[in-house]
């Protein structure tokens, strides 16, 4: 099955500075790529996805690339803010059937 | 709107013991979703209905049952509890059909002892 793997697993930055988590996936056949944020105690939310017949998708400080042939996709975050802090999972689906990643740890240092 | 919600919130069980976990929403969607929630490992499907009256089997199935009893409702159920079970239960839904969540609940914390 799809194995996703996410690095790094802990991440602390600047508010202001910018955040890239990456993860990579095993299954080329992997189509779908979505995010999703976790605060601590709440519900994961979707917050952006990527379809593999796109490149890259923006949407206001946050946006997703992916490298389908080296089998990565990151999630940046711009001009990042105490509200960003959170943990972060990435997933793949193949076949309908989706993978998530363990999770990134966002700490943004006010 | 409400969106997705899951009661009870919290539980407590012992070995042993049965119970059902509810979850409801109003988006009209067509899939729903039980996924649990352990420390470092991420989400992992337990069952998937991608409409009224079907189920499938997700990652985790073993020691769990679902009903999906209308388009809006989806139950979990715990037959003999064991502490393995023990973990944060969330359910999901999403429009399309697909293993693909969109919005998720609060969560229920149970514990097994």
């Known amino acids: 099955g799809e194995n996703v793997e996410q690095h790094p697993s802990t991440l602390s930055v600047q508010e202001g500075d910018s955040a890239v988590i990456k993860c990579t996936y095993s299954?080329?056949?992997?189509?779908?790529f979505p995010w999703y944020k976790q605060e601590l105690g709440k519900r994961p939310q979707l917050i952006i996805d990527i379809r593999s017949n796109v490149g890259e998708k923006k949407d206001q400080r946050i946006a997703v690339t992916l490298n389908k042939t080296a089998k990565h996709f990151s999630l940046h975050i711009t001009e990042t803010q105490p509200e960003d802090s959170a943990v972060y999972f990435c997933?793949?689906?193949?076949?309908?059937?989706?993978?998530f990643g363990k999770g990134n740890q966002v700490v943004v240092i006010p | 709107n409400a969106g997705v919600t899951q009661t009870p919130k919290f539980q407590v069980l012992k070995t042993g013991q049965s119970m059902t976990l509810q979850c409801a929403q109003d988006m009209n969607h067509n899939s729903m979703y039980w996924y649990r929630q352990d420390p470092g490992m991420g989400l992992r499907l337990i069952y998937y209905?991608?409409?009224?009256?079907?189920?499938d089997k997700g990652e985790v199935p073993n020691g769990y049952n679902v009903s999906r009893l209308n388009k809006r409702e989806f139950s979990l159920r715990l037959e003999s509890a064991a502490p393995s079970q023990t973990s944060v239960y969330f359910c999901a839904s999403s429009e399309w059909q697909g293993r693909q969540p969109q919005h998720f609940g609060d969560g229920t914390r149970l514990s097994i002892l």
């Open positions: 997933a793949a689906s193949i076949d309908s059937r989706l993978a």
């Open positions: 299954d080329s056949a992997s189509n779908y």
């Open positions: 209905s991608a409409s009224e009256g079907t189920t």
